[in-house]
């Protein structure tokens, strides 16, 4: 689950972590009563930012929804000493299309924005943790090159990327913060201002059961403190429960109307830009059945979990999402029966296609527990399904299908 800045900024509060003072508002009537509050607390300068689920946000350009031609502003966070200029800069940027390369042409609505405290600052730096699967530890990456992306910065200069693995037994250690600190080059009371940040910050990122936390930029004010100008926080689905304080946050504005219909079905299910549709069980098996696919000279239109216990009514669900989406001209639906047999899905698909209006062309591949019987119950079931033998046959029985629709 992703959160906005504005709120990764007041989970990094509750833990200590210095962060970059603000107030987020969601409608323009909210704008005068976030400025006075900002300048009671003696802030004269101000940064009025885009919150949307996407980066490249300063470099982001503003367009009207309803005429994607019509350029309305360059930049969706802005720097204004002027308190006009800074409500110029929200009535533009609230309720019009975000578009940055992280968004793809599409853009993101702006339906909340951060007014924020604008710092004079003499350092940017790169702070990011996240799991490195690899080796099942957590990572901290720090770079001297903060404001950029973190993947130019390995692509180009990868020798300014610091990397600092956390044993999980035993927490960040002192030293592992000194060390990440002198690998920066702070000195003085910067190199004690960031080993504090640090020590809080990772706390942070475990107490609450992140998946990934970055902080770009992370600033050297020009008295030698380090504090959070940005915050992208993302968290482990599986641990949300531990965390409702965290769930609160969720913007459905910010996810595809389909993620969100599958996931009140327990199915874990990603819109793509495809025309074959896919039902799989198993995540893996999911990835490798959208890999063939590609190699077959078809293109996925979304990946769809249903889970190891695929039923009538997972199954149905999964049409539902799947078919609503009109990109789709074939589907693929691809299980391995080893918790359920092969004979109860393949009811269980036989069911859902009596229940729901499908009207593109399907392919089935059951393999597993009882995957002789369940090709024996689709053949005989007189519905249109076309029946595979194996993945690769699957695949271009799909393909093939989408070329004579």
Same mark, same amino acid.
């Given at each position: 689950?992703?959160?906005?800045e504005?709120?990764?900024?007041e989970?990094?509060?509750?833990?200590?972590?210095?962060?970059?003072?603000?107030?987020?508002? =969601?409608?323009l009537?909210?704008?005068?009563?976030?400025?006075?509050?900002?300048?009671?607390?003696?802030?004269?300068?101000?940064?009025?930012?885009?919150?949307?689920?996407a980066?490249?946000?300063?470099?982001?350009?503003l367009?009207?929804?309803?005429?994607?031609e019509?350029?309305?502003?360059?930049?969706?966070?802005?720097?204004?000493?002027?308190?006009?200029?800074?409500?110029?800069?929200? +009535?533009?940027?609230?309720?019009?299309?975000?578009v940055?390369?992280? +968004?793809?042409? @599409?853009g993101?609505?702006?339906?909340?924005?951060?007014?924020?405290?604008?710092?004079?600052?003499?350092?940017?730096?790169?702070?990011?943790?996240?799991? #490195?699967?690899?080796?099942?530890?957590?990572? &901290?990456?720090?770079?001297? @090159?903060?404001?950029?992306?973190?993947?130019?910065?390995?692509e180009?200069?990868?020798?300014?990327?610091?990397?600092?693995?956390?044993?999980?037994?035993?927490? &960040?250690?002192?030293?592992?913060?000194?060390?990440?600190?002198?690998?920066?080059?702070?000195?003085?009371?910067?190199?004690?201002?960031?080993?504090?940040f640090?020590?809080?910050?990772?706390?942070? %990122?475990?107490?609450?059961?992140?998946?990934?936390l970055?902080?770009?930029?992370l600033? &050297?004010?020009?008295? #030698?403190k380090?504090?959070?100008?940005?915050?992208?926080?993302?968290?482990?689905?599986?641990?949300? %429960?531990?965390?409702?304080?965290?769930?609160?946050?969720?913007?459905?504005? @910010?996810?595809?109307?389909?993620?969100?219909?599958?996931?009140?079905?327990?199915?874990n299910?990603?819109?793509?830009?495809?025309?074959?549709?896919?039902?799989?069980?198993?995540?893996?098996?999911?990835?490798?059945?959208?890999?063939?696919?590609?190699?077959?000279?078809?293109?996925?239109?979304?990946?769809?979990?249903?889970?190891?216990?695929?039923?009538?009514?997972?199954?149905?669900n999964?049409? =539902?999402?799947?078919?609503?989406?009109?990109?789709?001209?074939?589907?693929?639906?691809?299980?391995?029966?080893g918790?359920?047999?092969? #004979?109860?899905?393949?009811?269980?698909?036989?069911?859902?296609?009596n229940?729901?209006?499908?009207?593109?062309?399907?392919?089935?591949?059951?393999?597993?527990?009882?995957?002789?019987?369940?090709?024996?119950?689709? @053949?005989?079931?007189?519905?249109?399904f076309?029946v595979?033998?194996?993945?690769?046959?699957?695949?271009?029985?799909?393909?093939?299908?989408?070329?004579?629709?």
């Open positions: 689950m992703k959160i906005h504005y709120q990764a900024k989970v990094l509060k509750k833990y200590g972590v210095p962060v970059q003072d603000g107030i987020a508002i =969601k409608d009537s909210q704008f005068d009563s976030a400025i006075g509050e900002l300048q009671a607390r003696g802030i004269n300068q101000y940064v009025v930012k885009s919150q949307i689920h980066g490249g946000r300063g470099k982001g350009k367009y009207n929804p309803s005429n994607r019509e350029l309305i502003l360059e930049g969706g966070v802005k720097f204004t000493t002027d308190t006009e200029k800074a409500r110029d800069y929200a +009535t533009k940027m609230l309720g019009n299309l975000l940055t390369h992280q +968004t793809g042409a @599409e993101k609505i702006v339906q909340t924005l951060f007014i924020t405290e604008g710092l004079d600052y003499k350092k940017e730096l790169y702070l990011g943790i996240l799991l #490195d699967r690899a080796v099942s530890k957590n990572v &901290i990456m720090a770079s001297t @090159e903060g404001g950029v992306e973190i993947e130019k910065v390995a180009e200069t990868p020798e300014k990327i610091i990397k600092e693995w956390i044993e999980p037994s035993t927490g &960040i250690q002192s030293f592992q913060a000194r060390k990440i600190a002198f690998g920066l080059g702070l000195e003085g009371a910067a190199f004690k201002s960031f080993t504090n640090i020590m809080k910050l990772y706390k942070a %990122y475990e107490e609450t059961d992140a998946s990934m970055e902080i770009n930029p600033v &050297i004010s020009n008295d #030698d380090i504090l959070a100008l940005d915050a992208k926080m993302n968290f482990d689905d599986n641990a949300l %429960y531990r965390h409702p304080e965290i769930v609160a946050y969720r913007d459905l504005n @910010e996810e595809a109307p389909l993620e969100i219909e599958a996931s009140k079905f327990n199915l299910y990603i819109k793509l830009d495809g025309n074959v549709g896919c039902m799989v069980n198993g995540a893996g098996l999911a990835m490798a059945t959208m890999d063939i696919i590609k190699l077959a000279g078809g293109e996925p239109a979304n990946f769809l979990d249903v889970g190891g216990g695929a039923n009538k009514e997972t199954v149905a999964g049409f =539902k999402i799947i078919l609503s989406d009109p990109n789709v001209k074939a589907l693929l639906i691809n299980i391995f029966g918790i359920v047999r092969c #004979d109860r899905v393949a009811q269980g698909v036989i069911d859902a296609v229940e729901v209006s499908v009207t593109v062309p399907i392919v089935v591949r059951l393999e597993g527990t009882n995957s002789i019987e369940a090709k024996e119950m689709l @053949e005989s079931s007189g519905l249109n076309s595979a033998t194996s993945l690769q046959d699957a695949a271009k029985k799909v393909t093939s299908v989408l070329a004579t629709a």
